[in-house]
């Protein structure tokens, strides 16, 4: 089976920095997403990772640890536009599906 | 470039009646999906459209659930007779895919049902 796991909520300053952690347990792995959503709103991508290690796009990282099923999200420089629902999802081999996690609502203060 | 269009965006029924959800995908995307937000839970995937093929259907709740996709363009998902626990938020989702070495899916706003 498939297990996701991701905290509920967090909240951060502008400005600071934030680490968005998901844990999974999934057979035949192949991949991991990190999508945004605002409320109302459509999912948007941000990144994806099959290959351990660091990605980074401006001022979002993602990293992967596929020996520890183990990803982060990374947003820095945090602005109040950041304020949203981070979703972490995973891929398994021969399919195109998304197995979803419960997101992580962000909440960013002044 | 047009996104992913849903249609409608809010939709209130009744137990019992029929609604019918709409989708536009991105013009040129063969990989059509469907997923659905239960109040509280994670986005599950309902079904995955290959042009005007089913390529996975497996998380269709029950038979009062159709979806279409005739002329591998737009889909239709049609839920007759709704039920109660129905009501959630359905997205719809599409891809280029791996074969166009692109695996991102682009989704639209999705329709919020609510079946009372």
């Known amino acids: 089976g498939q297990n996701i796991d991701q905290p509920t909520e967090m909240t951060a300053t502008e400005g600071a920095i934030v680490q968005i952690n998901c844990t999974y347990q999934?057979?035949?792995?192949?991949?991991l997403f990190w999508y945004q959503q605002h409320a109302g709103e459509a999912p948007t991508f941000l990144s994806y990772?099959?290959?351990?290690g660091l990605e980074e796009k401006g001022r979002f990282s993602s990293f992967l640890s596929r020996s520890k099923g183990y990803s982060y999200l990374l947003l820095k420089e945090l602005q109040m536009k950041d304020s949203a629902s981070y979703l972490c999802?995973?891929?398994?081999?021969?399919?195109?599906?998304?197995?979803f996690g419960t997101g992580t609502r962000l909440q960013v203060f002044p | 470039e047009a996104g992913v269009t849903q249609f409608p965006s809010h939709s209130v029924i009744e137990k019992g009646q029929t609604v019918t959800l709409r989708c536009d995908p991105i013009?040129?995307?063969?990989?059509l999906y469907w997923y659905r937000r239960v109040m509280g839970k994670e986005i599950k995937f309902l079904l995955h459209?290959?042009?005007?093929?089913?390529?996975?259907e497996s998380g269709m709740p029950n038979n009062r659930f159709l979806a279409e996709r005739t002329g591998g363009t737009y889909s239709t998902l049609k839920v007759q007779p709704a039920e109660l626990e129905d009501s959630g938020v359905y997205f719809c989702?599409?891809?280029?895919?791996?074969?166009?070495?692109?695996?991102?899916?682009?989704f639209g706003s999705g329709t919020q049902l609510s079946v009372l």
């Open positions: 989702a599409s891809s280029l895919g791996p074969g166009q070495g692109d695996r991102r899916l682009f």
């Open positions: 999934t057979s035949g792995f192949n991949g």
């Open positions: 990772n099959v290959l351990d």
């Open positions: 999802a995973v891929t398994r081999y021969n399919t195109d599906k998304l197995i």
């Open positions: 013009s040129g995307h063969d990989n």
């Open positions: 459209f290959v042009k005007e093929s089913k390529q996975d």
